[in-house]
């Protein structure tokens, strides 16, 4: 189980708090500029913070928490880096282990041939969406594999940070870009990533 460490201070202080406005502030050496975040939306607890965790994998592990809208970098004594993501709406969740076969910054999106057939709004991007802010893939895309085969699973970034905390997506598990950018540059390929499947926690 998580407990927070670095926990957002509650009030009318915490949206204007220095180190939440750095860490959210907007990012300007990227090819494609990136706004600041309106918190506003966000509950603070899943804004990134250093927490308490235990759980059964080595250092460095990704896990997924999506019943509870949790994503956990695992450090060492027992604590992790704890960022709120959006995950699959009821049919479209995926668990399992995986491991981060590549990483792109700002990546293509390629829908898969499913979502363009029942998604109108994706059929648009059948040969790939460019990157860029509006890119459902956001600033960046770790790609999850089992076994060398893709699973079309992603850890990416969303320019629909509001949806945090929500279960909307078509299955990835999405992440303020801010955050993604974060992980991106903490995490390398070959990264172990757990899915926790429903009612599992750790």
């Known amino acids: ?11 009318a202080s915490q949206r204007s708090d220095p180190l939440y406005m750095s860490m959210y502030g907007p990012v300007t050496d990227e090819p494609f500029p990136l706004p600041a975040i309106d918190l506003r939306p966000i509950d603070p607890v899943y804004w990134r913070q250093e ?13 997924v928490d999506p019943e ?3 994503l956990y970098l695992t450090r060492a004594d027992g604590k992790a880096l704890r960022y709120g993501v959006g995950v699959g709406r009821d049919g479209f969740t995926w668990s399992g282990e995986a491991v981060i076969a590549r990483k792109a ?4 999106w390629y829908p898969p041939a ?15 969406q460019p990157p860029g802010p509006t890119n459902a893939l956001g600033a960046r895309a770790l790609y999850l594999y089992q076994d ?6 992603r850890l990416h970034g969303t320019a629909e940070p509001w949806t945090i905390g929500t279960s909307a997506s078509s299955g990835c598990i999405r992440l303020m870009n801010q955050d993604i950018i974060d992980l991106y540059d903490r995490v390398p390929v070959d990264t172990k990533v757990v899915v926790l499947g429903s009612g599992m926690t750790v």
């Open 68 to 70: 509870n809208h949790f």
């Open 114 to 128: 499913e979502m363009v057939a029942r998604d109108p709004r994706a059929r648009p991007f059948a040969d790939g």
């Open 51 to 63: 927490v308490y965790y235990s759980a059964p994998y080595p250092v460095g592990t990704i896990v």
């Open 105 to 108: 910054k700002w990546p293509t």
């Open 148 to 153: 060398g085969r893709d699973t079309l699973y």
């Open 1 to 11: 189980m998580g407990s927070d460490l670095m926990r957002p201070r509650l009030g």
